[in-house]
């Protein structure tokens, strides 16, 4: 009896730790990949650097005056008042992040000189991208000890300047690899799928990202001119920038995977925020946001006259618009406005779409709306369907600042500065006259337009450059134009060159609509700049630098 | 019948004679609690010794007793013993359960069977008839106010309510907290309570703690619940069928005020025909027009005086319960046979839910040493309801007073029920809502188990058990088109008048399988005199399957048909998800015992998992336990009627939990941001790593106590004090974004509780006839959070609103914080000098803790012959709860707080104002708010925004059960030849509820699920109580 049990114990025991590691080696995932490969990561790294731009530009938006509360919604606290907490724009923080750690699993699976070599080239390039525009809105960010997972739970912060050399080196790197050639029979190229930006590595999409590379490094520059740490910097790595306008963005850097207006994950993110979703039901943030009666008065004649942009940019522009609010009727040139804080009844009322969703088709036609506007490829502006591109950088942006880098005062780079400026303007106008296929459609060119523009307002140095006669009113002209260009697209960089520069012009402490975009809840109040996140607090408290207010100035700002 | 009776007289006399001082006394043994004979019941004559019979199959005896027998003792075990006095004639004779007895076998961990006397640690046993009693459907509902150391909330109502079950209190930070779940020795997931045939159930042994439950393992710390379904019964077939039918009614519905309608101005009451809010001029009487003109030229006038519809919109729900049981064995075999249909419709309007279950369990002796037991249970259950509940709540409290909302039923041919129609334009008619999304849910669950026992000597037994247990459901949820008339959205009101229902449909499957098997040696011997060796060697193999695949579409091409096949847009979204874990354990477990009253017990068993890293997936868990009875040790104790038994116990053990389910170790890639887009992939890397060295939760504690009888058994008492230690928890710390991720899962946290569980239980009344029992039980229960990790201080449990359930280091667990008024340092409450208005302040602050400090359950039953009547109470205490819905109740003005200063202006109570030119604050007697109406009341800053004002003291009383039932004596019965009983009663649920004044809202059980308790919204529909009636009958 003894040897029945214990046949039948150790029998147990056996069978039970032999199978036991067989039996237990069921944990592989059936559901998601736990591994990946560089080819199918690169758009990814594009894709969410291009939306992470979208936190970036709601940003830029309240701060700098492009946009306001709509009537019949409530509840704006800090776009109100500034008084930014750590929970405040984090998107900025977090999408960027996110984009560079894909980046980063392309550089750490991909060499300089390896046969996925232009994969690495182009995932620099967006590390590098995402990179400048997290320095320009937080200073010191983590860069050195970043991206390594476990390795770093708490990597500690670089300061900017470091963060600045070591960005513009790479993207110098980047730019080296692109310009190597492929090997025969090893090199694999970046096909048009797996970069939604330039279409991959041809000749053409090679020199398109080495365009963006020296815009990106072009931008660096003029921003670190100011910045102490950087001056001597600055004079040096110069030498690296192209000597001609051909060497930096000539067209909008426009990111399209493939944007579909029949499936709702695939709309155009800035589309979805603002306009119609998949069944055309509207969006609430469209119809709670409106544009500012400041942004507005560089469009209808207050400041400047531009009714080519501002016909194309916001919906009922010029026209007389009557809205019924409570029991009183009110009627108002279009497009509706309001002034950031103004909340006392009777406030306008957005519409269906929002007013970025401006409807302008060439040929022109009504206004469409719902699923009709979501599939519109005749529409141009601003807001242009659910199948647009989302823009990493304008080439507006591009020949802007050229123009300010070839002032004799600031001499980065050679060059005409006038003619530049007015490059910038029919970038612009060449931006908002494009359909979603990112094809100017307007039958009147866009230099033209531009001259329409130019000699509309031939009494403002702001347009016609020939009437800024000092630097500091050439400055005044180059920035406005941006100011203007970046308009509801890249709205961040206008409040970036309002903190460099001063312009567009306000008047400070006033509560005019026109005179300034502080809030009037605020009017004295605009800050200089937001908070890192509250989860740096939380969980990297060692490391995130913890003096620093909304007062707290950024190393460019004026 | 006269020559009968003369008969007999006659026989007993010539018997008398015949055998000198000698009679025959006969009659029936049943039990009290279901009326059925118990046959093998031990009768003896208690004054001469030897003298002694059992009784029949049918419960009969006869014995012939001498001339000085004067009293008959019965004993059975599991019942208390009963001493009668000799009658003549058929002696009717019903024993009492007693579930308190030393020599009572109770189930614990493993299947394994052991006598209370050797329990080390706390257990309750409910007895069918207790679980029963108020004929509730679900079994965990049952439960509540019976159990120290329980607590039930509702996390979800409706049809068929889900209970959230904690023994002992929150212990996993973010990890399962529920009790385990067992059936006859099959580890089922915890909705099976719900789903479970209440009258099927033998008993159930609650194992309060981790340590009774230890022999599981990595499933042990949250306790168990140990349930055995009924087996047949010796004797003859013995069939029941009963009938209950219960209506469901609102109970307590929040306070609504009845004052002012419709208006939404700030500063003024202004009368605004489609307006949800209800800001305007008080009720007078006069006659109103609501809504917009129609496209006919019509317009609804109804008088401006409030109506009850708010509360009349709730049906009156109706549950029909039809039970069916057979049960019989012989001396081989045994069968029960049970089926049961549950039919309910719910206070939610077209809500509905139906289950049907069967059961077959078995037992057969193939020969003396080698037996089987068996058992199939088939459940299935169909739901028919609305997805859009708090939708649909919400949109009543956005009714003024006088609208009259029930006249609104027909939408789809009075047009002013109909969405073009509706007079508010804001918010839809519910009704609309109700029937526009909906969903159909259909679960089957199967489970079967088979053991077989060989004894292979008196002392050597083996048993192998497998059994399965599997899910499978499917469901359609589906919003339906709807296109509005040009002439609506041509008045250009709203977005809900403006805007189009696309409509969409989803389709989900999926099923859960999980198959067991098990293999045990048990080995019972006395190892020298007077000890005893009880050891269990076991091995167990576990593996859960599941899947769930679904499919969805929106923008339907016709109204009413929900095909995903049919839609405008051309995508279809779909998903799949599969998993396997399995799981390894070798187990011990040892019970020695001395004499009769000493007894150490210890168990071992070694887990591994699938889920956890290869190198930290074994792991150990040890526990022991001793109990000491001291009335049978110390001889001056033994035999006295004061004490009658005095136990000692105490134990300690580790227990697991593993928080972790299939695939979590490593990092995946996803298509995300709308990829594939034109046959070319884009996988990103996701935010979430691991720590390559994940081991499960360790709970260590420790429990010590004493269970007590008295008085001859008529007072018992259980006293027992836990303390555990929770280590190790599995949670995803928020990480920096900049290290490329924002979530790592790791071991960190630790959580304490601590507690008391008291069990007092009187037989205040006993006689023949009479029994009067009265009970309670109380638990005071303290949670803390010691610590998170290192960089965390705080984890959220819930998500979106003004206040939140947290884990927050060195507080109770779980609290709540949220936004609280600014109050200055004498604790008034600040307000703006200029308008009066005070306001929130900017970080959160603490407002309460959630889990409830005192639960104290109250139960009587008196029984009269065939009469029983049973009740319980509870009481909960010393928590606050968070009333979520302010919008519903505030920003409508719908909320009777609104009201409570008749929308004047007021001065804020307690409230101080900042005086610039001193810099002081200053007691403010004369500030009054800008406007006592709308523009307080309805607005975010002010009101709205501060948590402070929805959290409430969240004590209750309640009155859960009440039962009355009758047993029809047998004589009633009369000529029914093949009835053996019938059995009619009422019974009632929920019937009050007590709350302090300050809780305007709802009933405190009802929470959000998870570990986020003390949150309530409004997707649970009020509060109800529950009557009805039962007949049964015994074939």
Known sequence: MRNILKVAVLGALVIASSSCKKYLDVNENPNNPTSSTPNIVLPQAILLTANSTTAFDDFGGWVAGYKANAGGYGGFGTEWTYQYTTANYTGMWSGAFNAINQANFVLSNTSSDGPLKYYNAMARIMKDYNYQRLVDQYGDVPYSDAGQGIAKLSPKYDKYDAVYKAVYADLDSAIAILNSPAETNVTVNVTDGQDPLYGGSTAAGKTKWVQLANTIKLKMLVRARKATELASWVTTAKATLPTTSAGYLTDDAIVNPGFNANTASQFNPKWSTNAWDVNGTASGTGLSRMPTPWILSFYNGVKLTDPDRGKASYASFGANVTQTIGLTTITFVGPATNQLGYDVDPVKRSVSGSYWYSGLQIPAATRVTGTNANKNQNNVG??????????????????????????????????????????????????????????????????????????????????NFDLATTDEQKLEAIITQKYIAVNFINSEEGYNEFRRTGYPRIVQGSTVATETFASLKAPNDLPARVLYPATEFQVNAENVPTDVTTKTKLFYAK | MKKLILSLFIFLCVAASAIAQERTVTGTVSSREDNLPIPGVSVRVKEVSGVGTQTSAEGRFSLKVPASAKTLVFTYLGFSNQEVPITSGNMRVSLN?????????????????????????????????????????????????????????????????????????????????????????????????????????????????????????????????????????????????????????????????????????????????????????????????????????????????????????????????????????????????????????????????????????????????????????????????????????????????????????????????????????????????????????????????VDFKFKATDWLSFLYRANINTSNSSNKTRVNKFVLSAYTKSLGLSSLKNNDIPGSVSDGEDYATQLFSEFQANIKKELVKDVRLDLTLGTSLRNNTAKNVGVAASGLTFAGLYNVAHRLAANVTGSESNSTVRQQGVYGDLRLGYKDYLYLHASGRNDWFSTLPIASRSIFYPSVDASFIVTNAVEALKNNNVLNTLKLRAGYSTVGNVNLGAYSLLTTFGQSGGYPYNNNPGYAISSTIYNPNLKPEKTNGFEGGFDAELWNNRITASVTYFNTRTVDQIVPVNISAASGFSTYYTNTGEVTNEGLENTLNIVAFRNRNWEINVGGNYTFNTNKVVSISNDISRLALSSGGTAQTYAQAGMLYPVLLGSAFQRDPEGRIIVDARTGYPSATQSIQYLGNTSPKHILGLNTSVNFKGLRLAAVAEYRGGYAIFNSGADGFEFSGSGERTVMYNRERFVVPNSSYLDPATNTYIANTNITVRDGGAGFWSQSSPNRAIAENYVTNGAYWKIREISLSYQLPARLLGDLKYVKGVNISAQGRNLFLFVPKENLYTDPDYTLGNNAIGINTLSQTPPTRFFGGTVTLTF
């Open chain 1, 382 to 463: 601003i807001l242009k369907s659910a199948t647009m591109g989302q823009v990493l950088m304008l080439a507006a942006e591009s020949y802007l600042l050229q123009a300010e880098a070839s002032m004799p005062s600031v001499n980065l780079v050679p060059g005409a500065t006038k003619s530049l400026f007015e490059s910038g303007i029919t970038a612009s106008m060449t931006y908002l006259y494009k359909n979603s296929a990112n094809s100017y459609i307007n039958p009147t060119p866009a230099a033209t337009l531009k001259d329409t523009y130019v000699a509309a307002n031939n009494t403002s140095y702001l347009a």
């Open chain 2, 97 to 449: 359960p007693d579930a308190t007895s030393l020599t009572e076998v109770v189930i614990t961990a493993g299947g394994l069977s052991t006598t209370r006397a050797q329990l080390g640690t706390a257990t309750t046993t409910i007895k069918a008839q207790q679980l029963t009693q108020a004929k509730q459907t679900n079994v965990a509902s049952a439960l509540t106010g019976k159990v120290a150391g329980l607590q039930l909330n509702t996390i979800s109502s409706g049809v068929n309510p889900s209970y959230r079950l904690v023994l002992r209190g929150n212990r996993s930070l973010l990890g399962n907290n529920q009790a385990l779940v067992v059936v006859d020795n099959v580890i089922v997931p915890s909705s099976i309570l719900g789903n479970l045939n209440p009258e099927d159930i033998e008993d159930l042994q609650v194992l309060n703690g981790g340590g009774a439950a230890a022999l599981y393992g990595s499933e042990a710390s949250n306790g168990a619940l140990i349930i055995t379904t009924k087996k047949g019964k010796k004797g003859a077939p013995v069939i029941r069928v009963g009938q209950t039918v219960n209506a469901e009614q609102v109970s307590y519905y929040p306070k609504l005020q009845t004052r002012f309608g419709s208006g939404a101005d700030n500063d003024v009451q202004i009368y605004t025909a489609h307006e949800n809010q209800q800001y305007g001029p008080a009720f007078d009487g006069s006659m109103v027009e609501i809504g917009d003109v129609l496209e006919d030229g019509s317009i609804q006038t109804i008088p401006y005086s409030p109506n009850n519809s708010r509360k009349e919109f709730w049906n009156t729900g109706l549950t029909s319960q039809t039970d069916f049981t057979l049960s019989t064995a012989d001396d081989i075999s045994s069968y029960y046979v049970s089926a049961q249909y549950v039919d309910t419709k719910g206070t939610t309007p077209s809500d509905k839910y139906n289950r049907f279950s069967l059961r077959l369990n078995g037992t057969r002796a193939f020969t003396k040493k080698f037996d089987a037991s068996y058992s199939v249970n088939y459940i299935q259950n169909r739901y028919d309801i609305t997805t859009a509940t708090s939708s649909m709540y919400d949109q009543i409290l956005q009714t003024a007073a006088h609208i009259p909302l029930t006249a609104y039923q027909d939408w789809e041919n009075d047009k002013f029920a109909n969405p073009n129609g509706y007079y508010n334009a804001y918010y839809a008619n519910p009704y609309f809502t109700i029937d526009n999304s909906r969903q159909n849910t259909r679960n089957d669950y199967l489970t079967g188990n």
